[in-house]
């Protein structure tokens, strides 16, 4: 069983540049959510895609964008890129959106430094 | 809304030491409760939850929480630490039916040979 993974492992952009960051969710799970983990702070939910959908949203602005693949792979795309963006990128998988009973499995994140 | 407390940035303790680690939450109804770990370049790694029933939880790498309704808390504990165990540890509260869990800012955890 895979579990896990995201790519890359570090990125380092300008501000004002966009940014896609990939997560390939564990075997058998049909949900993604993600995370942003500034330094010295827990993590922050962004969003959740359940079976292709977008399915609830934290308090981030719009230019936090996301996909689901039908293999449930997922991507957050960042645009316009702000120095207050640099963070750690946690995506999770878990099976059965909608509801924190369901357990999350989260990958070894994208550290993300804007220049 | 909900949200988490963990009051202590960092706590030292010396190897084979007892260990408890603070959270205090606040949400209205009864919370889903779990505590994280996180080592570092890795990603976080559940030790155990609350959902229900028996308010003692029992976790992974022998690690247990209590919730305590009165107080608003769900701490962490541990009889004895190995080395092994020095980490960031992140409480956090989720939602029956909502997909926004919560984190606490974290406690580092160093341990002392």
């Known amino acids: 069983e895979t579990g896990v993974t995201q790519s890359p492992t570090h990125l380092i952009k300008t501000r004002g540049q966009q940014v896609t960051l990939r997560c390939s969710s564990q075997?058998?799970?049909?949900?993604v959510s993600w995370y942003q983990q500034a330094l010295g702070q827990g993590p922050q939910f962004i969003f959740q895609?359940?079976?292709?959908?977008?399915?609830g949203r934290g308090n981030f602005p719009p230019r936090f964008s996301g996909l689901q693949f039908p293999n449930y792979s997922s991507e957050l795309n960042v645009n316009a890129l702000e120095l207050d963006d640099s963070a750690l990128y946690l995506c999770?998988?878990?099976?059965?959106?909608?509801?924190?009973?369901?357990?999350?499995?989260f990958g070894p994140g994208t550290r993300l430094t804007v220049l | 809304a909900q949200s988490v407390t963990q009051p202590d940035i960092h706590i030292t303790v010396s190897e084979g030491a007892s260990l408890e680690l603070r959270c205090n939450y606040s949400y209205g109804a009864t919370p889903y409760l779990f505590w994280y770990v996180q080592s570092p370049g890795q990603g976080l790694q559940l030790l155990l939850k609350?959902?229900?029933?028996?308010?003692l939880v029992q976790g992974i790498k022998g690690f247990e929480a209590e919730f305590k309704r009165s107080q608003s808390s769900f701490n962490l504990r541990k009889p004895s630490v190995h080395w092994s165990d020095a980490a960031e540890y992140f409480c956090a509260v989720g939602r029956v039916n909502n997909n926004d869990m919560r984190f606490g800012a974290g406690t580092r955890l160093t341990v002392k040979p």
């Open positions: 075997s058998g799970h049909n949900t």
């Open positions: 609350y959902f229900s029933g028996d308010t």
């Open positions: 999770a998988s878990s099976l059965g959106g909608g509801s924190s009973y369901n357990e999350q499995f």
């Open positions: 895609y359940y079976r292709e959908e977008e399915n």
